[in-house]
């Protein structure tokens, strides 16, 4: 099958694209820097260059594909963050319908079947009608908290041995590792009957902070302890990354919903496909070499 892959430079994306390869599958990534994806490309993927803001780009990087992996990338930056997602939004839809992709996986998050969704969850459940609302077959993947995010804590591990995270240590988390929501992407994408609706996507161990930093600690050899802070602390940190006013509003309104019982995370967690790599398995080949 011919699959377009958008965000395949990302986590998600480049496992996406790698496993669709490796089934032996027509791949074209769309990216905005072409170096990132030599390796694909050696592998046989055709590489098509432009942003996803550029309606005209993401119609000719679906021209003749049966099937689209598509996201929404984290745009810090932006000064308006619903405006912006509409639009990228609008032009896949509008490359979909245009080009008469048949099967669309939507890279969603957990959270979006609550009655009341706030911050970046609740944009994910209007990206999510919209994609459905093109006639493609549309699959709405909603993994849980990505191991990935502990990355970002490598460096308070290295010195401190402390995990600095704006959920609170009690609060039991959804972990998943993205490589295996990429290829559970590639296997719908190509799967001989396209499924359409939903799936909740959770990775074998849901674990509170405290157990994340207890299980860490086997894996690093070294005395862990997770550290909740207040979501509003999230404020500074963004600002510095060049964030908008309006992005970290939607990062503390996500951060609050985290730690609520009611939120993303709180149960009942509905049921879901369990993926296989565990905390462990992620840890060894990605956080220990940071360290
Ligand atoms: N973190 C979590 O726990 C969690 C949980 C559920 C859902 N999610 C969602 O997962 C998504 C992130 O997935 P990920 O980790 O695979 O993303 P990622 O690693 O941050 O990659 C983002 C990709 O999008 C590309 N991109 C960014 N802006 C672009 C633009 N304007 N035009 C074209 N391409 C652009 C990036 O390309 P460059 O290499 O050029 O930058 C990169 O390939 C977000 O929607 C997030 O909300 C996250």
């Known amino acids: 099958m011919k699959i377009t892959v958008a965000g395949a430079t990302g986590n998600i994306g480049s496992a996406a694209a790698q496993a669709l390869l490796e089934a032996g599958h027509e791949v074209r990534v769309m990216v905005r820097q072409p170096a990132k994806v030599e390796a694909l490309v050696r592998q046989g993927a055709e590489a098509v260059v432009g942003e996803l803001e550029d309606a005209d780009f993401v119609r000719r990087a679906t021209a003749g594909a049966d099937g689209l992996f598509w996201l929404t990338p984290p745009q810090l930056a932006v000064p308006d963050v619903a405006a912006w997602q509409d639009q990228i939004t ?6 979909i319908q245009a080009n008469g992709v048949a099967r669309v996986v939507h890279l ?10 706030r911050g970046f969850v609740h944009r994910f459940a209007i990206t999510e009608k919209a994609l459905n609302l093109t006639g493609a077959t549309t699959l709405n993947l909603r993994p849980g908290w990505f191991m990935e995010n502990l990355l970002a804590q490598a460096g308070s591990i290295k010195d ?3 995990l600095y995270v704006a959920i609170g240590a009690d609060i039991p988390l959804p972990l998943i590792s993205t490589v295996d929501i990429g290829r559970y992407a590639a296997q719908a994408l190509t799967a001989a009957e396209a499924a359409s609706g939903f799936v909740p996507l959770i990775g074998p ?24 802070v207040p979501p509003a602390a999230l404020g500074d940190v963004f600002r510095g990354l060049g964030a908008s006013e309006d992005a970290i509003r939607y990062f503390i309104e996500l951060f ?12 009942p967690l ?4 369990r993926t296989p790599t565990t905390l462990e398995q ?3 080949p990605s956080l220990l070499p940071l360290l």
């Open 90 to 95: 609008a032009n896949a839809a509008a490359a």
């Open 108 to 117: 969603s998050a957990l959270g979006a079947q609550m009655p009341q969704p």
């Open 160 to 162: 401190q041995g402390k």
């Open 205 to 228: 161990d849901i674990l509170t902070g405290h157990e994340i930093a207890a299980r860490l600690s086997e894996v690093t050899g070294r005395p862990l302890e997770w550290v909740a």
């Open 256 to 267: 609050e919903d985290f730690n609520r019982p009611d939120g993303p995370y709180g149960a």
């Open 270 to 273: 509905p049921e879901a496909v």
């Open 282 to 284: 992620f840890a060894r």
